[in-house]
C-alpha cells in the first residue's frame, strides 16, 4: 500500500483534493484533526502547560486560540508545539494505515512530515493572493493574519520543489480532471 502525503500551504485547497479522493473511496487521514484530538491528551496538555505556560489551560482544555496566538507569531513556540504534537500524530497515521485496505492512504496535512515516510508528495498549490482571500472569506481572518500564518509554512517553492505530483488550484484550471488523472496513477 503507497502512502501518499497531500500538502500545501493555508488556503491552497488541500481540504477540497481530500474530500474528492474520499468520494473515489482513498482513505484520508487528516492530520490536523488528529493533532487537535491529540491536544486533549493528559500527556500533551501536560507538555503545552510546561512549555507555553498555565494561559493554555481553559475551562480543563487547551484554549487553541491562545496557542495560535503564540505559535503563529513565533516560528520557535511552533517548532517546540510541533515537537509535543507531531510525533504522537505520526504515531496515530502509522496506527490507522495498517487498518486500511486500499491501493493507497493519504495523509493531508498542513505541515511537510518526514518525506521519506512517504511513496509519492502531492502538493496543492495556489498565488498567495488567492490563498489569502480564501482563508479572509472561510475564516474571517484579517491578511495580516493569515500572512503571519504563512509565514511560519515551509514555502510554496520548497514545497513544490518536494512534489512529486501538483494540483493546481488557481480557478485557471479545473481540480477534478486532476485529482482523477492523479488517482488513476496512484492506483495503478
Do not use: C
Amino acid at each position: 500500500m503507497l502512502k501518499v502525503l497531500l500538502t500545501g500551504g493555508i488556503g491552497s485547497g488541500k481540504s477540497t483534493v481530500a474530500q474528492i479522493l474520499r468520494v473515489l473511496n482513498v482513505p484520508v487521514f487528516e492530520a490536523d484533526r488528529a493533532g487537535r484530538e491529540i491536544l486533549s491528551s493528559p500527556e500533551v496538555q501536560r507538555s503545552i502547560i510546561d512549555r507555553f505556560g498555565e494561559r493554555m489551560l481553559k475551562d480543563g482544555s487547551i484554549d487553541r486560540k491562545e496557542l495560535a496566538q503564540v505559535v503563529f507569531h513565533d516560528k520557535g513556540a511552533l517548532t517546540d508545539l510541533n515537537a509535543i504534537v507531531h510525533p504522537m500524530v505520526q504515531r496515530e497515521f502509522q496506527r490507522w494505515v495498517e487498518r486500511q485496505r486500499a491501493p493507497y492512504v493519504v495523509m493531508e496535512a498542513a505541515i511537510l512530515t518526514d518525506r521519506a515516510r512517504f511513496d509519492h508528495v502531492v502538493v496543492v498549490n495556489a498565488p498567495e493572493e488567492l490563498r489569502i482571500e480564501r482563508v479572509h472569506r472561510r475564516d474571517g481572518v484579517e491578511e495580516a493574519a493569515v500572512r503571519a500564518r504563512m509565514a511560519n509554512q515551509i514555502s510554496e517553492e520548497a514545497l513544490l520543489a518536494l512534489a512529486d505530483h501538483v494540483i493546481r488550484n488557481d480557478d485557471t484550471e479545473l481540480v477534478i480532471p486532476q485529482v482523477l488523472a492523479l488517482h488513476e496513477v496512484l492506483s495503478a
